[in-house]
Protein backbone atom coordinates (compact mmCIF):
# COMPACT_ATOMS: atom_id res chain seq x y z
CA UNK A 1 0.00 0.00 0.00
CA UNK A 2 1.20 3.58 -1.04
CA UNK A 3 2.51 6.37 1.62
CA UNK A 4 -0.14 8.29 -0.05
CA UNK A 5 -2.89 6.11 0.31
CA UNK A 6 -2.15 4.99 4.18
CA UNK A 7 -2.20 9.23 4.58
CA UNK A 8 -5.52 9.15 2.76
CA UNK A 9 -6.76 6.77 4.88
CA UNK A 10 -5.23 8.33 8.26
CA UNK A 11 -7.18 11.22 8.08
CA UNK A 12 -10.45 9.66 6.85
CA UNK A 13 -10.10 7.47 10.04
CA UNK A 14 -9.13 10.53 12.17
CA UNK A 15 -12.27 12.39 10.73
CA UNK A 16 -14.86 9.67 11.33
CA UNK A 17 -13.23 8.88 14.97
CA UNK A 18 -14.39 12.13 15.96
CA UNK A 19 -17.51 12.06 14.20
CA UNK A 20 -18.33 8.63 16.09
CA UNK A 21 -17.45 10.12 19.56
CA UNK A 22 -19.22 13.23 18.85
CA UNK A 23 -22.53 11.49 18.23
CA UNK A 24 -22.43 8.48 21.11
CA UNK A 25 -23.62 10.87 24.08
CA UNK A 26 -27.03 9.60 24.83
CA UNK A 27 -29.07 11.94 26.84
CA UNK A 28 -28.28 10.11 29.47
CA UNK A 29 -24.92 10.85 29.38
CA UNK A 30 -25.85 14.92 28.81
CA UNK A 31 -27.87 15.16 31.39
CA UNK A 32 -25.55 13.37 34.30
CA UNK A 33 -24.26 16.40 35.81
CA UNK A 34 -27.58 17.77 36.78
CA UNK A 35 -29.14 14.71 38.52
CA UNK A 36 -25.89 14.92 40.41
CA UNK A 37 -26.81 18.23 41.74
CA UNK A 38 -29.95 16.86 41.85
CA UNK A 39 -28.72 14.37 44.46
CA UNK A 40 -26.91 16.69 46.55
CA UNK A 41 -30.18 18.94 47.14
CA UNK A 42 -28.14 21.39 45.04
CA UNK A 43 -31.03 22.67 42.81
CA UNK A 44 -29.70 26.15 42.22
CA UNK A 45 -26.66 24.42 40.09
CA UNK A 46 -29.02 21.65 38.66
CA UNK A 47 -31.13 24.44 37.61
CA UNK A 48 -28.78 25.92 35.72
CA UNK A 49 -27.53 23.02 33.93
CA UNK A 50 -30.92 22.30 32.93
CA UNK A 51 -31.35 25.57 30.90
CA UNK A 52 -28.04 25.20 29.40
CA UNK A 53 -30.15 21.62 27.63
CA UNK A 54 -32.68 23.84 27.14
CA UNK A 55 -30.95 26.85 25.51
CA UNK A 56 -29.99 24.52 22.63
CA UNK A 57 -33.30 22.81 22.41
CA UNK A 58 -35.90 25.63 23.16
CA UNK A 59 -39.11 23.49 21.90
CA UNK A 60 -37.93 20.60 23.55
CA UNK A 61 -40.49 18.99 25.90
CA UNK A 62 -38.40 16.78 27.85
CA UNK A 63 -35.80 20.23 28.36
CA UNK A 64 -38.94 22.39 29.59
CA UNK A 65 -40.21 19.55 31.59
CA UNK A 66 -36.59 19.75 33.47
CA UNK A 67 -36.34 23.43 33.73
CA UNK A 68 -40.32 23.80 34.67
CA UNK A 69 -39.52 21.21 37.76
CA UNK A 70 -36.04 22.79 38.63
CA UNK A 71 -37.63 26.51 38.30
CA UNK A 72 -40.26 25.18 40.75
CA UNK A 73 -37.53 24.13 43.54
CA UNK A 74 -36.03 27.75 42.79
CA UNK A 75 -39.34 28.69 44.00
CA UNK A 76 -39.74 30.92 40.21
CA UNK A 77 -43.43 29.70 39.91
CA UNK A 78 -44.44 31.70 36.88
CA UNK A 79 -41.43 31.07 35.46
CA UNK A 80 -42.16 26.97 36.06
CA UNK A 81 -45.50 27.36 34.65
CA UNK A 82 -44.23 29.29 31.17
CA UNK A 83 -41.71 26.48 30.88
CA UNK A 84 -44.36 24.00 31.73
CA UNK A 85 -46.41 25.17 29.38
CA UNK A 86 -44.30 25.57 26.30
CA UNK A 87 -43.91 21.47 26.98
CA UNK A 88 -47.96 21.04 27.18
CA UNK A 89 -48.56 23.02 23.84
CA UNK A 90 -45.45 20.86 22.10
CA UNK A 91 -46.78 17.98 23.72
CA UNK A 92 -50.55 19.00 21.40
CA UNK A 93 -48.31 20.18 18.48
CA UNK A 94 -46.88 15.95 18.52
CA UNK A 95 -49.62 14.06 19.53
CA UNK A 96 -49.90 12.76 15.86
CA UNK A 97 -46.24 11.51 15.18
CA UNK A 98 -45.45 11.81 11.94
CA UNK A 99 -44.33 9.43 9.13
CA UNK A 100 -41.31 11.09 8.35
CA UNK A 101 -40.08 11.06 11.73
CA UNK A 102 -40.30 7.25 12.00
CA UNK A 103 -38.90 6.66 8.67
CA UNK A 104 -36.19 8.96 10.23
CA UNK A 105 -35.75 6.76 13.18
CA UNK A 106 -35.16 3.86 10.74
CA UNK A 107 -32.38 4.94 9.55
CA UNK A 108 -30.74 6.99 12.68
CA UNK A 109 -31.94 6.71 16.11
CA UNK A 110 -35.04 6.33 17.98
CA UNK A 111 -34.18 10.16 19.17
CA UNK A 112 -35.12 11.55 15.55
CA UNK A 113 -38.62 11.21 17.18
CA UNK A 114 -39.36 13.98 19.30
CA UNK A 115 -40.03 13.48 22.62
CA UNK A 116 -44.07 13.73 23.71
CA UNK A 117 -43.50 11.80 27.44
CA UNK A 118 -45.67 8.79 28.70
CA UNK A 119 -48.98 9.85 29.61
CA UNK A 120 -48.57 9.51 33.37
CA UNK A 121 -45.46 12.38 32.43
CA UNK A 122 -48.24 14.47 30.37
CA UNK A 123 -50.35 14.32 33.14
CA UNK A 124 -47.87 15.31 36.14
CA UNK A 125 -47.12 18.62 34.15
CA UNK A 126 -50.67 19.60 34.91
CA UNK A 127 -49.90 18.72 38.41
CA UNK A 128 -46.93 20.64 38.79
CA UNK A 129 -49.13 23.82 37.02
CA UNK A 130 -51.55 23.64 39.52
CA UNK A 131 -49.33 22.90 42.57
CA UNK A 132 -47.58 26.44 41.01
CA UNK A 133 -50.59 28.54 40.62
CA UNK A 134 -51.72 27.55 44.28
CA UNK A 135 -47.98 28.58 45.59
CA UNK A 136 -48.96 31.64 43.19
CA UNK A 137 -52.54 32.12 44.65
CA UNK A 138 -54.18 31.78 41.53
CA UNK A 139 -56.70 29.46 42.91
CA UNK A 140 -59.04 29.75 39.01
CA UNK A 141 -56.01 28.96 36.78
CA UNK A 142 -55.26 25.52 39.31
CA UNK A 143 -58.25 24.30 38.77
CA UNK A 144 -58.09 24.98 34.88
CA UNK A 145 -55.11 22.66 34.98
CA UNK A 146 -57.07 19.85 37.52
CA UNK A 147 -59.65 20.04 34.88
CA UNK A 148 -57.61 19.78 31.57
CA UNK A 149 -56.05 16.78 33.27
CA UNK A 150 -59.37 15.00 34.19
CA UNK A 151 -60.54 15.40 30.33
CA UNK A 152 -57.30 14.21 29.25
CA UNK A 153 -57.34 10.66 31.47
CA UNK A 154 -61.23 10.82 29.98
CA UNK A 155 -60.31 11.18 26.44
CA UNK A 156 -57.57 8.46 26.52
CA UNK A 157 -60.08 6.28 28.09
CA UNK A 158 -57.86 3.19 29.05
CA UNK A 159 -58.03 2.49 32.89
CA UNK A 160 -54.37 1.34 32.34
CA UNK A 161 -53.03 5.03 31.10
CA UNK A 162 -54.72 6.61 34.18
CA UNK A 163 -52.11 8.41 36.66
CA UNK A 164 -54.58 7.99 40.02
CA UNK A 165 -52.69 10.11 42.09
CA UNK A 166 -53.89 13.65 39.58
CA UNK A 167 -56.99 11.51 40.19
CA UNK A 168 -56.59 12.13 44.24
CA UNK A 169 -54.84 15.02 44.08
CA UNK A 170 -57.38 16.63 42.15
CA UNK A 171 -59.87 15.69 44.45
CA UNK A 172 -58.21 17.12 47.40
CA UNK A 173 -58.21 20.39 45.49
CA UNK A 174 -61.57 20.37 44.56
CA UNK A 175 -62.40 19.38 48.02
CA UNK A 176 -60.68 22.76 49.06
CA UNK A 177 -62.60 24.74 46.73
CA UNK A 178 -65.76 23.66 48.77
CA UNK A 179 -66.76 21.54 45.24
CA UNK A 180 -67.80 18.08 47.27
CA UNK A 181 -69.67 16.58 44.28
CA UNK A 182 -66.64 17.13 42.31
CA UNK A 183 -64.10 16.08 44.66
CA UNK A 184 -66.40 12.91 45.58
CA UNK A 185 -65.97 12.09 41.72
CA UNK A 186 -62.38 12.48 41.91
CA UNK A 187 -62.29 10.01 44.99
CA UNK A 188 -64.02 7.54 43.45
CA UNK A 189 -62.11 7.49 39.85
CA UNK A 190 -58.88 7.21 41.93
CA UNK A 191 -59.58 4.31 43.98
CA UNK A 192 -60.80 2.77 40.49
CA UNK A 193 -57.41 3.81 38.75
CA UNK A 194 -55.13 2.48 41.76
CA UNK A 195 -57.03 -0.55 41.12
CA UNK A 196 -56.68 -0.46 37.82
CA UNK A 197 -52.90 0.20 37.84
CA UNK A 198 -51.56 -2.02 40.41
CA UNK A 199 -49.38 -3.77 37.89
CA UNK A 200 -47.42 -1.03 37.15
CA UNK A 201 -46.34 0.39 40.30
CA UNK A 202 -47.76 -2.22 42.86
CA UNK A 203 -49.43 0.21 44.77
CA UNK A 204 -53.43 -0.79 46.79
CA UNK A 205 -55.67 1.89 46.87
CA UNK A 206 -54.18 4.04 50.05
CA UNK A 207 -55.57 4.17 53.28
CA UNK A 208 -55.78 7.93 53.00
CA UNK A 209 -58.01 7.99 50.30
CA UNK A 210 -60.09 5.36 51.93
CA UNK A 211 -61.16 7.31 54.55
CA UNK A 212 -61.61 10.51 52.63
CA UNK A 213 -64.10 8.97 50.28
CA UNK A 214 -65.57 7.34 53.06
CA UNK A 215 -65.57 10.60 54.60
CA UNK A 216 -67.26 12.73 51.75
CA UNK A 217 -69.73 10.40 51.56
CA UNK A 218 -70.86 10.61 55.52
CA UNK A 219 -70.73 13.84 54.45
CA UNK A 220 -72.83 13.95 51.37
CA UNK A 221 -75.19 11.41 53.39
CA UNK A 222 -74.94 9.00 50.65
CA UNK A 223 -75.31 6.08 52.88
CA UNK A 224 -76.22 3.28 50.53
CA UNK A 225 -72.49 3.60 48.88
CA UNK A 226 -71.10 4.44 52.13
CA UNK A 227 -71.34 1.19 53.32
CA UNK A 228 -70.60 -0.80 50.22
CA UNK A 229 -67.51 1.04 50.14
CA UNK A 230 -66.42 0.33 54.02
CA UNK A 231 -67.39 -3.19 52.89
CA UNK A 232 -64.62 -2.72 50.12
CA UNK A 233 -62.56 -1.36 52.13
CA UNK A 234 -62.30 -4.01 55.35
CA UNK A 235 -62.81 -0.78 57.29
CA UNK A 236 -66.00 -2.32 59.14
CA UNK A 237 -65.58 0.05 62.03
CA UNK A 238 -64.61 3.41 60.71
CA UNK A 239 -66.18 6.44 61.61
CA UNK A 240 -66.19 9.72 59.70
CA UNK A 241 -63.84 11.98 62.18
CA UNK A 242 -65.36 15.17 64.16
CA UNK A 243 -63.20 17.84 62.91
CA UNK A 244 -65.70 20.98 63.91
CA UNK A 245 -63.05 23.90 64.77
CA UNK A 246 -59.87 22.15 63.08
CA UNK A 247 -58.35 22.73 60.34
CA UNK A 248 -56.11 20.58 58.00
CA UNK A 249 -52.63 20.15 56.96
CA UNK A 250 -52.15 18.75 53.72
CA UNK A 251 -47.98 17.33 53.48
CA UNK A 252 -47.05 16.72 49.58
CA UNK A 253 -43.43 14.99 49.55
CA UNK A 254 -41.31 14.36 46.63
CA UNK A 255 -39.17 11.61 47.59
CA UNK A 256 -35.80 10.54 45.34
CA UNK A 257 -35.29 10.56 41.79
CA UNK A 258 -36.96 8.97 39.02
CA UNK A 259 -35.11 6.44 37.42
CA UNK A 260 -32.20 6.88 34.62
CA UNK A 261 -32.79 5.36 31.63
CA UNK A 262 -29.56 4.00 29.94
CA UNK A 263 -28.33 2.44 27.17
CA UNK A 264 -27.79 -1.03 26.53
CA UNK A 265 -26.44 -2.57 23.74
CA UNK A 266 -26.25 -6.39 22.52
CA UNK A 267 -25.84 -8.75 19.56
CA UNK A 268 -28.94 -10.25 18.15
CA UNK A 269 -30.00 -12.44 15.65
CA UNK A 270 -31.29 -10.43 11.91
CA UNK A 271 -33.63 -13.11 9.91
CA UNK A 272 -32.62 -10.44 6.93
CA UNK A 273 -29.64 -11.10 6.87
CA UNK A 274 -28.95 -14.38 7.90
CA UNK A 275 -26.64 -13.05 10.71
CA UNK A 276 -26.40 -11.27 14.69
CA UNK A 277 -26.38 -7.60 14.27
CA UNK A 278 -25.47 -4.88 17.52
CA UNK A 279 -28.45 -2.76 18.86
CA UNK A 280 -28.50 -0.11 21.34
CA UNK A 281 -31.70 -0.05 23.40
CA UNK A 282 -33.12 2.08 26.25
CA UNK A 283 -32.78 0.11 29.75
CA UNK A 284 -33.14 0.55 33.54
CA UNK A 285 -30.13 -1.63 34.65
CA UNK A 286 -30.77 -0.79 38.33
CA UNK A 287 -33.23 -1.64 41.31
CA UNK A 288 -34.85 1.45 42.79
CA UNK A 289 -32.95 3.48 45.22
CA UNK A 290 -33.83 2.62 48.68
CA UNK A 291 -34.90 5.76 50.09
CA UNK A 292 -34.78 7.24 53.45
CA UNK A 293 -37.84 7.38 55.32
CA UNK A 294 -39.87 10.26 55.69
CA UNK A 295 -42.21 11.49 58.85
CA UNK A 296 -44.17 14.52 60.54
CA UNK A 297 -43.33 16.01 64.04
CA UNK A 298 -45.82 18.26 65.20
CA UNK A 299 -45.66 18.62 68.73
CA UNK A 300 -43.88 15.37 69.45
CA UNK A 301 -46.70 13.50 68.14
CA UNK A 302 -46.17 11.33 64.98
CA UNK A 303 -47.46 10.83 61.51
CA UNK A 304 -46.47 8.71 58.84
CA UNK A 305 -46.40 9.86 55.46
CA UNK A 306 -48.01 7.19 52.42
CA UNK A 307 -46.76 6.50 49.03
CA UNK A 308 -49.31 7.85 47.14
CA UNK A 309 -47.63 7.38 43.78
CA UNK A 310 -45.00 5.15 42.50
CA UNK A 311 -43.09 7.33 39.57
CA UNK A 312 -39.83 5.09 39.43
CA UNK A 313 -42.82 1.56 39.05
CA UNK A 314 -45.01 3.71 36.43
CA UNK A 315 -41.96 4.67 34.36
CA UNK A 316 -40.39 0.85 34.14
CA UNK A 317 -43.65 -0.62 33.28
CA UNK A 318 -43.70 2.35 30.15
CA UNK A 319 -41.01 1.11 29.14
CA UNK A 320 -41.14 -2.62 29.40
CA UNK A 321 -44.58 -2.11 27.25
CA UNK A 322 -42.55 -0.29 24.53
CA UNK A 323 -39.51 -2.55 24.57
CA UNK A 324 -40.81 -4.80 22.07
CA UNK A 325 -41.56 -1.97 19.67
CA UNK A 326 -38.70 -0.68 20.33
CA UNK A 327 -36.14 -3.23 19.84
CA UNK A 328 -38.27 -4.41 16.68
CA UNK A 329 -37.42 -1.10 15.24
CA UNK A 330 -33.55 -1.03 16.31
CA UNK A 331 -33.25 -4.67 14.52
CA UNK A 332 -34.70 -3.34 10.81
CA UNK A 333 -32.69 -0.02 11.61
CA UNK A 334 -29.59 -2.69 11.74
CA UNK A 335 -30.25 -4.31 9.06
CA UNK A 336 -31.02 -1.07 6.42
CA UNK A 337 -27.40 0.19 7.99
CA UNK A 338 -25.59 -3.25 7.32
CA UNK A 339 -27.25 -2.62 3.78
CA UNK A 340 -25.83 1.17 3.48
CA UNK A 341 -22.49 0.06 4.33
CA UNK A 342 -22.20 -2.84 1.73
CA UNK A 343 -23.83 -0.44 -0.70
CA UNK A 344 -21.13 2.33 0.11
CA UNK A 345 -18.49 -0.35 -0.23
CA UNK A 346 -19.66 -1.40 -3.30
CA UNK A 347 -19.15 2.22 -5.18
CA UNK A 348 -16.51 3.68 -2.76
CA UNK A 349 -14.63 0.70 -2.20
CA UNK A 350 -12.98 0.20 1.17
CA UNK A 351 -12.85 3.78 2.00
CA UNK A 352 -16.31 4.29 1.70
CA UNK A 353 -17.68 0.93 3.55
CA UNK A 354 -15.60 2.13 6.12
CA UNK A 355 -17.17 5.67 6.18
CA UNK A 356 -20.26 4.95 6.16
CA UNK A 357 -19.57 2.11 9.26
CA UNK A 358 -18.26 4.73 11.28
CA UNK A 359 -21.55 7.25 10.70
CA UNK A 360 -23.71 4.53 11.25
CA UNK A 361 -22.07 3.33 14.48
CA UNK A 362 -21.93 6.99 15.69
CA UNK A 363 -25.77 7.93 15.02
CA UNK A 364 -26.84 4.20 16.78
CA UNK A 365 -27.24 5.28 20.43
CA UNK A 366 -30.33 4.41 22.67
CA UNK A 367 -32.96 6.65 23.63
CA UNK A 368 -32.61 7.46 26.74
CA UNK A 369 -34.81 10.84 27.15
CA UNK A 370 -37.20 10.61 29.91
CA UNK A 371 -38.62 13.33 32.40
CA UNK A 372 -35.78 12.25 34.87
CA UNK A 373 -35.80 15.48 37.84
CA UNK A 374 -38.88 13.67 38.56
CA UNK A 375 -38.97 12.29 42.16
CA UNK A 376 -39.39 8.80 42.79
CA UNK A 377 -42.12 8.58 44.65
CA UNK A 378 -44.83 11.12 45.94
CA UNK A 379 -45.75 10.67 49.82
CA UNK A 380 -48.38 12.48 51.33
CA UNK A 381 -50.20 12.95 54.87
CA UNK A 382 -53.58 14.26 55.66
CA UNK A 383 -53.65 15.48 59.42
CA UNK A 384 -56.83 17.56 61.14
CA UNK A 385 -55.17 19.94 63.71
CA UNK A 386 -56.59 22.23 66.32
CA UNK A 387 -56.85 26.17 65.09
CA UNK A 388 -53.50 28.11 65.91
CA UNK A 389 -49.86 28.26 64.87
CA UNK A 390 -48.15 24.83 64.80
CA UNK A 391 -44.71 24.00 64.32
CA UNK A 392 -44.27 21.27 61.53
CA UNK A 393 -41.36 19.29 61.34
CA UNK A 394 -41.07 16.85 58.32
CA UNK A 395 -38.40 14.54 59.45
CA UNK A 396 -35.99 12.56 57.07
CA UNK A 397 -35.35 9.26 58.97
CA UNK A 398 -31.92 7.67 57.71
CA UNK A 399 -31.73 3.32 57.97
CA UNK A 400 -30.37 3.50 61.09
CA UNK A 401 -33.41 5.48 62.44
CA UNK A 402 -31.66 8.38 62.66
CA UNK A 403 -32.93 12.06 61.44
CA UNK A 404 -30.60 13.20 59.25
CA UNK A 405 -32.76 16.00 58.20
CA UNK A 406 -35.56 18.20 59.02
CA UNK A 407 -37.24 20.98 57.40
CA UNK A 408 -38.85 23.51 60.11
CA UNK A 409 -42.11 24.75 58.91
CA UNK A 410 -44.32 27.52 61.11
CA UNK A 411 -47.92 27.05 59.69
CA UNK A 412 -51.38 28.75 61.27
CA UNK A 413 -54.19 26.27 60.88
CA UNK A 414 -57.80 27.88 60.51
CA UNK A 415 -61.24 26.62 61.33
CA UNK A 416 -62.55 24.70 57.92
CA UNK A 417 -59.32 25.99 55.89
CA UNK A 418 -56.70 23.85 54.47
CA UNK A 419 -52.90 24.36 54.62
CA UNK A 420 -50.78 22.80 51.76
CA UNK A 421 -46.89 22.23 52.45
CA UNK A 422 -44.76 20.80 49.06
CA UNK A 423 -41.77 19.13 50.12
CA UNK A 424 -39.08 17.92 47.93
CA UNK A 425 -35.76 15.57 48.50
CA UNK A 426 -33.37 14.00 46.42
CA UNK A 427 -31.06 12.83 48.13
CA UNK A 428 -30.73 8.61 48.27
CA UNK A 429 -29.61 7.07 51.60
CA UNK A 430 -25.98 6.79 50.22
CA UNK A 431 -25.91 10.16 49.37
CA UNK A 432 -26.85 11.11 52.95
CA UNK A 433 -23.54 12.41 54.30
CA UNK A 434 -22.76 14.66 51.82
CA UNK A 435 -25.25 17.00 52.71
CA UNK A 436 -23.33 18.38 55.34
CA UNK A 437 -20.47 19.93 52.62
CA UNK A 438 -23.61 21.60 50.70
CA UNK A 439 -25.07 23.58 53.94
CA UNK A 440 -26.83 21.06 55.92
CA UNK A 441 -30.55 22.90 55.61
CA UNK A 442 -32.33 21.46 52.81
CA UNK A 443 -32.64 23.79 49.73
CA UNK A 444 -36.07 22.67 48.39
CA UNK A 445 -38.91 24.68 49.36
CA UNK A 446 -42.04 24.79 51.18
CA UNK A 447 -45.33 25.79 49.87
CA UNK A 448 -47.31 26.72 52.72
CA UNK A 449 -51.29 27.81 50.76
CA UNK A 450 -54.61 28.41 53.07
CA UNK A 451 -57.75 27.92 51.72
CA UNK A 452 -60.90 28.35 52.93
CA UNK A 453 -63.06 25.28 53.22
CA UNK A 454 -66.24 24.20 54.36
CA UNK A 455 -66.32 23.28 58.35
CA UNK A 456 -66.46 19.27 58.27
Not at 69 to 87: H, I, M
Not at 147 to 157: H, N
Not at 225 to 230: P, V
Not at 310 to 325: Q, V
Amino acid sequence: MSIRLLGRMGAVLAALAILTLQGCATSADKTRGMRQMMELNRHDLALMEAEKHLASEVEGVMENMNVGLLRRLNKDYAGSNEAFNLAKEKISELYSTSISEQAGAAVTNDESISFQGYKFEQVLVHLYMAANYLSMGDIDSSRVELLQSQVKMDEWGEPKDETPFMRYFSGIMFEMLGEEDTATVSYRKAVDAYRNTKEKHGLDVPVMLQHDLLRMLARMKLWGEYKDYKSQFGLSKYKAPDTRGMGELVVLFGNGLAPQREEKVFQTYAPALALNVKVAVPDYPNPPVVLNKARLNIDGKYYPLEVVSNIDGLARAALSEDMPLITTRAIARAVIKKKTEEEAGNQGGFLGQLAMLAINQGTEIADTRCWNTLPQEFEMARVFLPEGEQDVNIEVVGPTGVVVDTIKQKVRIKAGAKSVISKRWTAPQAKTVPMQAVGGQLNAPATVLEVAAPQT
